[in-house]
């Protein structure tokens, strides 16, 4: 069966930097969100969209944002990376009010 | 206070034993209960999903939810070492898309 795909598995950037992340849904699913989890740490919700719409949305800092594109594949933008910033990134994807399918994430390293 | 407390471990059992993994939750809106089982840099893996109070059986797991004392619980039968991993639980709110998840134990099945 298909699963959430995320791209890059792994990126390695400078602080001040910018990131971009990649994340392809489960078909048919209608609702995307991303996740951040820290070494040791469990996830923390950062966003969701539901149909392309932005449809919750938690510790995000104002320095990320996220979208929804047409064809339902959703981007995380980083910019001015801090040290911090480090984890890894996962997204998710669901039917409303089902549960949720996680991609294998990106390991976003800041030096 | 954490609305999904979770034990972090590490636990360590013997091959065959039966494993009880725990959780506590404060927020009484909570509806909806998962069990995510995640492998070293890999994603959440859906385990079990319940629905308000009672049992769930799937295979060697079973879930268990008492939404009277904010008490949840997996138990693993007839333990594996493939059952090696760290298991996260998590609450969600019907109509919300977010899920809040515990810290995750680290679980080894000793050989």
């Known amino acids: 069966a298909a699963g959430v795909i995320q791209s890059p598995r792994h990126l390695i950037k400078e602080k001040r930097e910018t990131a971009t992340l990649k994340c392809y849904p489960i078909p048919r699913h209608d609702t995307v969100y991303w996740y951040q989890q820290g070494p040791g740490q469990d996830p923390q919700f950062l966003i969701s969209f539901y149909e392309k719409m932005q449809s919750d949305k938690g510790s995000i800092p104002d320095r990320f944002s996220a979208q929804q594109f047409s064809d339902y594949h959703s981007e995380l933008n980083m910019s001015s990376l801090e040290l911090g910033d480090s984890a890894l990134y996962f997204c998710?994807?669901?039917?409303?009010?089902?549960?949720?399918?996680f991609g294998n994430g990106t390991r976003l390293t800041v030096t | 206070q954490k609305e999904v407390e979770q034990d972090p471990g590490p636990l360590s059992v013997p091959e065959g034993a039966i494993v009880s993994l725990n959780c506590t939750y404060s927020?009484?809106?909570?509806?909806?209960f998962m069990w995510y089982r995640q492998y070293s840099r890999k994603g959440p893996e859906l385990l079990m999903y319940?629905?308000?109070?009672g049992n769930k059986e799937d295979g060697r797991f079973t879930a268990q939810v008492d939404k009277s004392s904010k008490y949840i619980s997996l138990f693993i039968r007839d333990s594996q070492p493939s059952d090696s991993a760290t298991y996260l639980c998590a609450g969600g709110i019907q109509g919300a898309q977010k899920l809040v998840f515990g810290q995750g134990t680290r679980l080894t099945i000793n050989p």
């Open positions: 998710a994807s669901s039917l409303m009010n089902s549960p949720l399918h």
């Open positions: 927020n009484s809106a909570f509806q909806y």
């Open positions: 319940t629905y308000s109070s």
